[in-house]
């Protein structure tokens, strides 16, 4: 019987950080889900590395995926976001 105790009061942990976790989740989400699309965007803008004059050689492949991956990245957290980078033509 002790084992069992043992393991039931591990689980209650887990099930207690879990929803700890959770709740801090969604409090940034929730934060994150009110900021109006143009304030995003320029977050967005701030994010990407600064390549100001910078030419990229077509053929090497590491530049060019530097240059775009913060654009990509952030058009994939979710569908609201994709659809703010996509509609943000100074992030591509």
């Given at each position: 019987m002790n084992d069992l105790d043992s393991a039931i009061y591990a689980l209650q942990n887990v099930r207690t950080r879990l929803s700890r976790s959770a709740t801090e989740c969604r409090r940034l989400v929730s934060a994150v889900g009110?900021?109006?699309?143009?304030?995003?965007?320029?977050?967005?803008i701030l994010a990407r590395p600064q390549y100001h004059g910078l030419r990229l050689d077509p053929s090497d492949h590491s530049s060019v995926q530097k240059y775009l991956q913060p654009s990509f990245t952030v058009a994939q957290v979710c569908r609201r976001w994709r659809s703010i980078a996509l509609g943000t033509p100074r992030l591509w």
């Open positions: 009110r900021l109006p699309v143009e304030i995003l965007s320029e977050i967005f």
